[in-house]
T-cell receptor, first 112, second 108 residues
Framework: NAGVTQTPKFRVLKTGQSMTLLCAQD?????MYWYRQDPGMGLRLIHY???????AKGEVPDGYNVSRLKKQNFLLGLESAAPSQTSVYFC???????????FGQGTRLTVV | TQLLEQSPQFLSIQEGENLTVYCNSSSVFSSLQWYRQEPGEGPVLLVTVVTGGEVKKLKRLTFQFGDARKDSSLHITAAQPGDTGLYLC????????FGAGTRLTVKP
């Protein structure tokens, strides 16, 4: 069982470059989330989606965009990467907001 | 400032000791979840509490949800080295917000 799959696992970007992180889940979950994790900060919510075609801002949405065109996929885009976006990014999905969230393995992004 | 404040941030104890970590907020949540995260992996759910005052026990772990549904605690009895990890609380309403975590080290 794949669960939640994130691609890529590692990436190095130059300042100003753009990229898209892909999150795919095979559990037919309605809710999907993107978080970033920095030392001492826990997980901070970037954007989330409560169903196909919907997105909403979280705690730290600036500099990021998302799309949920298909129920199973949630894309996180960085239009113009900045060193402050160096972080580990986690995607998660859940049946509902109060149900167990299943996480991917994370994407380690470095912006130089 | 994060919505959920966890304390302590770091905790280092000897095997066999008991410990309690806290998760506090000024906001009311529909549910409160506790996760544990190992290095290089995503968090994994330990428990969900949904009712104010609720207490759940999982072997040596006891979780409590505050009466007002704003805070929670995790108590570990007779800690073991295998309990070492990052413990995260998450509050849910329309979305899921996490605290900064408590990094626990249990020495043999």
């Amino acid at each position: 069982n794949a669960g939640v799959t994130q691609t890529p696992k590692f990436r190095v970007l130059k300042t100003g470059q753009s990229m898209t992180l892909l999150c795919a889940q095979d559990m037919n979950h309605e809710y999907m989330y993107w978080y970033r994790q920095d030392p001492g900060m826990g997980l901070r919510l970037i954007h989330y989606s409560v169903g196909e075609g919907t997105t909403a801002k979280g705690e730290v949405p600036d500099g990021y965009n998302v799309s949920r065109l298909k129920k199973q996929n949630f894309l996180l885009g960085l239009e113009s990467a900045a060193p402050s976006q160096t972080s580990v990014y986690f995607c998660a999905s859940s049946y509902s907001s109060w149900a167990e969230a299943f996480f991917g393995q994370g994407t380690r992004l470095t912006v130089v | 400032t994060q919505l959920l404040e966890q304390s302590p941030q770091f905790l280092s104890i000897q095997e066999g000791e008991n410990l309690t970590v806290y998760c506090n907020s000024s906001s009311v949540f529909s549910s409160l979840q506790w996760y544990r995260q190992e290095p290089g992996e995503g968090p994994v759910l330990l428990v969900t509490v949904v009712t104010g005052g609720e207490v759940k026990k999982l072997k040596r772990l006891t979780f409590q949800f505050g009466d007002a549904r704003k805070d929670s605690s995790l108590h570990i009895t007779a800690a073991q080295p295998g309990d070492t990890g990052l413990y995260l609380c998450a509050g849910t309403n329309n979305d899921m917000r996490f605290g900064a975590g408590t990094r626990l080290t249990v020495k043999p």
